[in-house]
Nanobody
Framework: QVQLVESGGGLVQAGGSLRLSCATSGRIFSNYTMGWFRQAPGKSQEFVAAVPLNSGNTYYADSVKGRFIISRDNAKNTVNLQMNSLKPEDTAVYYC?????????????????WGQGTRVTVSS
């Protein structure tokens, strides 16, 4: 079983930064992909970023490319999302997710494990 716990959300002004962390525990194997998704009020879940654990590649939604950075800290068993130049439209609940493999890594239905989410609010 895999457990994911997000932290780091909060209220920030537009243009500011936040760093989200996802603490992982349980049986996460090297072939897993870790992803971040978000869901704004009244909207469907949206892919934000992903990193396959067996490669150095990272993937981003166009809406966050150049502003967000996904990274992993193997020593601490965490996956982080550094969010810079935040905009009001980034306001959402952010979820960490994990899954075996990489096919369709932007699709939330491909992910097997999910955290409880952390709320990010960006004020204008």
């Amino acid at each position: 079983q895999v457990q994911l716990v997000e932290s780091g959300g909060g209220l920030v002004q537009a243009g500011g930064s936040l760093r989200l962390s996802c603490a992982t525990s349980g049986r996460i194997f090297s072939n897993y992909t870790m992803g971040w998704f978000r869901q704004a009020p009244g909207k469907s879940q949206e892919f934000v970023a992903a990193v396959p654990l067996n490669s150095g590649n990272t993937y981003y939604a166009d809406s966050v490319k150049g502003r967000f950075i996904i990274s992993r800290d193997n020593a601490k068993n965490t996956v982080n999302l550094q969010m810079n130049s935040l905009k009001p439209e980034d306001t959402a609940v952010y979820y960490c997710a994990a899954r075996p493999g990489t096919v369709g890594l932007t699709r939330p239905d491909e992910y097997r494990y999910w955290g409880q989410g952390t709320r990010v609010t960006v004020s204008s």
